[in-house]
């Protein structure tokens, strides 16, 4: 029933990468299967939930091809790639996709050495979102609900 709904605990929707990508900067992380991978994957998420008109997308959608996933890196106000190490996986996926990267940065770039885990800090991620928000000038609601 409606009355018992908390309205705190629903979902928060983002908005459409699709239908609204020329407003967002479109966020794509590698992913991997590392701390900086990690790292890098929940600083997306940190920008997405507290940045302004920022969007984490789905890079395995773009390298498998997916002409929806295209369209949005291509129709994106700005594409910013965070890869967690030198390998940049994330970043070559956009440019043999012929998507246009924007910023791409590596998480090993600040400080930080790819470990075989994925036990990460929230310290760490907080770091590179910060930095990452300064460089591509995006001002971050710091009080956001992870
Ligand atoms: S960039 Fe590094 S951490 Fe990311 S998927 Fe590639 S090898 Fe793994």
Redesign the pocket.
């Known amino acids: 029933m409606a009355e018992n709904v908390d309205m705190e605990k629903l979902p928060k929707f983002l908005p459409s990468c699709h239908k609204e990508a020329e407003n967002l900067d479109i966020i794509f992380t590698?992913?991997?299967?590392?701390s900086?991978?990690k790292i890098?994957h929940e600083v997306g998420v940190l920008l997405t939930k507290a940045g302004q008109n920022a969007r984490l997308c789905c890079t395995t959608a773009v390298a498998a091809g997916s002409e929806m996933h295209l369209d949005i890196g291509k129709r994106a106000r700005r594409v910013i790639v965070i890869?967690?190490?030198?390998?940049?996986?994330?970043t070559k996926v956009m440019e043999k996709a012929g998507i246009k990267v924007d910023y791409s940065f590596?998480?090993t770039d600040f400080g930080m050495a790819?470990q075989p885990t994925l036990d990460i800090s929230d310290e760490d991620v907080l770091k590179v979102a910060l930095a990452i928000a300064e460089k591509v000038g995006m001002k971050l609601n710091v009080n956001s609900k992870p």
């Not at 590698?30 to 590392?34: E, I, T, V």
């Not at 890869?83 to 994330?90: N, R, V």
């Open positions: 590698c992913s991997g299967a590392a900086v991978g890098g890869d967690g190490c030198p390998m940049k996986c994330a590596t998480v790819k």
